[in-house]
């Protein structure tokens, strides 16, 4: 356990995770290594935990007054969870993209990419218009609103403000990227450069992803995990879980006879 | 950025390719060691087939992987064909092995003196062979098309053979154990040029998305 804790390879390690919300248990021991630099996707039926295990890798559960959790969960071994940890710092290491697209309606293009740096007090023009460049290119999107810069970001097509979401999710530099179904609101074209991205981006993030699509699961993750009713059922290499699962649970989830 | 299927498509075509040149000089080397009587060669040929095997179950496996990415439309059908291709290579390089073991035994035995058109027949049957896997590369279904039609002169000459060889095993009865060995590698050769055949309708499909097996009277 400690090995994996300091293994550069791993970006989280987590060990015995439980979330409540109030009496209710809806995360139950799970212990799993994150690794880093590659895509693990979570599987599994809606309210088997997946959002709520994604939520926790952040602490962004905890906007939830009633949740509480226990265990541990260390981002390249810190303890994210200690005492004198602030859940803003958490949130900037480990950034998230939701399922549906949230740009700031009234803000531009630029000022959505750059608001977690100016909340984070940087005010340099330089630095800013540098950050939005370089966030907006890794996101794909550079090229389609270099032009555009000043308009509004709801003027963008949904498959692109999801990419701007993701540009905003990067300006603040995070060492792990989450997301919660991030295409599943998108056409086949804009799920598609979605998809590219995660490939492309995995070069340098550690991404986790929540899909309720099996075969984008195969088509962009390396490792996927599979929970059940809050409990992690399965966790290997992507391959082996859509191939030959060991699990019969997961191969009836995966073959489409529950959930 | 790269297409999601790109790397995987591409990989497993240079698997494929790698495989049909395993096979092709299989082919190649069988009828070699058939026409020249040379023992060493056979042996040989019948012991790289291993190599194309392995090509084969590693294809399958690649196959399975990008299918479970749910490929659609050319992607889909490169994916299917290529798993056709392999089991149609496969069966050539047995084919080959085929050859090898007969040329294995009629080298230890006396030549049959009957002048036979065997190496125009795996000529022809190569070069269909090669032409197939060509107008894969090539994606020329037009190429793929024009291959079809080419197997009923390989059978014409296996059936020429055939019967040139009974002829002589009724006049000469103390040659007919060799010249049954002619007789299945000739029928050998046969095959390579129906599974030629066959990637090439699998060419066409890939293509076209449309299957002409079992459509043209051929």
Known sequence: MSTAANNPNTALTIRNLAVYFGANKVLKDVSIDIAARAVTAIIGPSGCGKSTFLRALNRMHELNPEARMEGEIKLFGDDIYSRNVEPVVVRRRVGMVFQKSNPFPTMSISENVTVGLRLNGIRDKKILNERTEQSLRMAALWDEVKDRLHAHAISLSGGQQQRLCIARALAVQPEVLLMDEPASALDPLATSKIEELILELKKEYTIVIVTHNMQQAARVSDFTAFFYIGELVEFDVTTKIFTSPSKKQTEDYVTGRFG | ?218
Do not use: Y
């Not at chain 2, 059936?159 to 095993?169: F, G, P, R, S």
């Open chain 2, 1 to 218: 950025m790269e297409n999601i299927f790109e790397t995987g498509l591409d990989a497993l075509t240079q698997k494929l390719l790698l495989m049909a040149s395993h096979a092709e000089t299989a082919v190649n080397e069988s009828v070699q060691s058939l026409m020249q009587r040379n023992h060493d060669l056979a042996l040989r040929v019948k012991a790289d087939d291993d190599v194309i095997d392995k090509f084969e179950v590693e294809i399958d496996e690649m196959a399975i992987q990008l299918l479970t990415k749910a490929p659609l439309a050319t992607n889909l059908r490169l994916v299917t064909v290529a798993m056709k291709i392999s089991q149609n290579l496969e069966r050539i390089g047995d084919e080959a092995t085929k050859i090898a073991k007969r040329a294995r035994d009629l080298a230890q035995e006396p030549a049959v003196k009957v002048n036979l058109d065997l190496p125009r027949m795996a000529v022809l049957a190569l070069a269909m062979v090669k032409d197939a896997l060509n107008s894969f590369v090539q994606r020329d279904s037009a190429a793929a098309r024009d291959i079809i039609p080419r197997d009923k002169e390989v059978d014409a000459l296996n059936k020429h053979i055939h019967q040139q060889l009974a002829q002589h095993m009724m006049e000469n009865p103390d040659t007919i154990a060799r010249c049954l060995h002619w007789i299945v590698a000739a029928k050998s050769i046969e095959r390579i040029a129906d599974h030629a055949k066959n990637i090439a309708e699998e060419v066409v499909f890939l293509c076209e998305a449309q299957d002409i097996r079992h459509t043209l009277k051929n």
